[in-house]
Nanobody, 115 residues
Framework: QVRLVESGGGLVQAGGTVIISCASSGDISDFRTMAWYRRAQGKDRELVVEFTRAGITDLAESVKGRITISSDDVNNMVFLQMNNLKPEDTAVYYC?????????WGKGTLVTVPS
């Protein structure tokens, strides 16, 4: 069993930057893929970015040029930095990981960008 815990969300002004983190109870090198998803109020969950240890494998058009993915392998954490935030980035952001064909999800962290 793997536990993922997101943190770092909050209220960020438009044009600002947010860094959200995902702490894993397991070794992140064991994951086949990891991803960040988000769900805005009243909308379906959407993929923000999917990545492996080799790099980004899928990326939402809406965030292209605005995000950076990084990791702390010692502490089993991954980070999503998003720049030039827009009100439409307001959502709950979820960390996702696949291990042995099974998906794991965190409970999410809310990022709010007021208009």
């Amino acid at each position: 069993q793997v536990r993922l815990v997101e943190s770092g969300g909050g209220l960020v002004q438009a044009g600002g930057t947010v860094i959200i983190s995902c702490a894993s109870s397991g070794d992140i090198s064991d994951f086949r893929t990891m991803a960040w998803y988000r769900r805005a109020q009243g909308k379906d969950r959407e993929l923000v970015v999917e990545f492996t240890r080799a790099g980004i494998t899928d990326l939402a058009e809406s965030v292209k040029g605005r995000i950076t993915i990084s990791s702390d392998d010692v502490n089993n954490m991954v980070f999503l930095q998003m720049n030039n935030l827009k009100p439409e980035d307001t959502a709950v952001y979820y960390c996702n990981a696949y291990k042995l064909g099974f998906p794991y999800w965190g409970k999410g962290t809310l990022v709010t960008v007021p208009s």
